[in-house]
């Protein structure tokens, strides 16, 4: 069984980034289970200080990385870079031993998202994560209401989920055989 940990760069409940996560949780191709992590919101401010011993929250949070075989994130862009929430819970994990190599796939709610998008890469680049980028997507949700079960229903975005989740099971399925490095450069 592939675990992945899927973290919605937006503290709404109703956002489209947390939606689109829900709706990847119900079209798991077969051997993939989706866990949602919901702490973002939640963590103390970055401080290097406390990086040797950690509050409980940020064990938590490295626990539930260590413990998935991927992170599927989506995240919205807010004043044309990423919020500032997400943005510290990456700070919390940049010199964590659980981050490095772990394989990424982005999911995108807004094409018109694409500065947050950049910072993120370059960001995940810097703490040397993995993105798959055959299993990254972006659609349009931008102004939509939509649920996770409409959208789940909707055949071209199903389409697109279903075969980004798949080509993540597969590299990660890959990574674990030994099959392929785990350069992040690639």
Request: some cysteine.
């Amino acid at each position: 069984m592939v675990r992945l940990l899927a973290i919605s760069g937006s503290l709404r409940e109703a956002s489209s980034n947390s939606v689109l996560l829900r709706a990847a949780e119900t079209l798991c191709p077969k051997g993939l289970a989706i866990e949602h992590y919901h702490g973002v919101g939640e963590l103390p401010h970055f401080n290097p200080d406390l990086t040797e011993s950690p509050p409980e929250s940020i064990m938590a949070l490295r626990f539930s990385i260590a413990h998935a075989d991927g992170v599927l994130i989506s995240c919205p862009e807010y004043a044309r870079g990423i919020p500032g929430s997400f943005k510290n819970m990456l700070d919390w994990l940049v010199s964590s031993e659980e981050f490095p190599g772990k394989p990424v796939a982005l999911f995108n709610a807004s094409p018109r998202a694409s500065h947050a998008q950049a910072a993120l890469r370059l960001v995940l680049e810097t703490m040397s994560a993995c993105v798959v980028e055959e299993a990254s997507i972006s659609v349009n949700l931008l102004s939509t209401e939509s649920s996770a079960a409409t959208i789940a229903k909707d055949p071209m975005i199903r389409s697109l989920i279903v075969s980004a989740l798949e080509v993540f099971k597969q590299r990660i399925d890959g990574k674990k055989a030994g099959y392929l490095h785990t350069d992040p450069a690639s």
